[in-house]
């Protein structure tokens, strides 16, 4: 999976952002706000990870977190990016 060309994301004031900028912005209206845990993902999504790699990466970073959770977290992350058309 992988975050399509044409949106880029910023830190501003304290929170991250993403808007489509080109010909993307022309359908793709608005912009998205993440938590630490979007923007993670997010950056992790450009790179093209899959899910299982999403998975270990964010057990690994972000100690403490219980595996099913985590995995339902990237599900609901993943569902609502390729609802709104972001991924690939």
Known sequence: MKIKKGFILRDVGGK???VAVGELSKTFNGMVTLNET???????LE???T???LLV????????????TVKQ?????ISKLEKDKVLE
């Open 47 to 49: 790179k093209g990870a």
């Open 73 to 77: 977290d990237i599900d609901m992350f």
């Open 57 to 68: 990466k964010m057990l690994s970073e972000f100690e403490g977190a219980e595996e099913e």
């Open 38 to 44: 979007g923007k993670f993902l997010w950056q992790e």
């Open 51 to 53: 899910k299982e790699e």
């Open 16 to 18: 991250t952002y993403v």
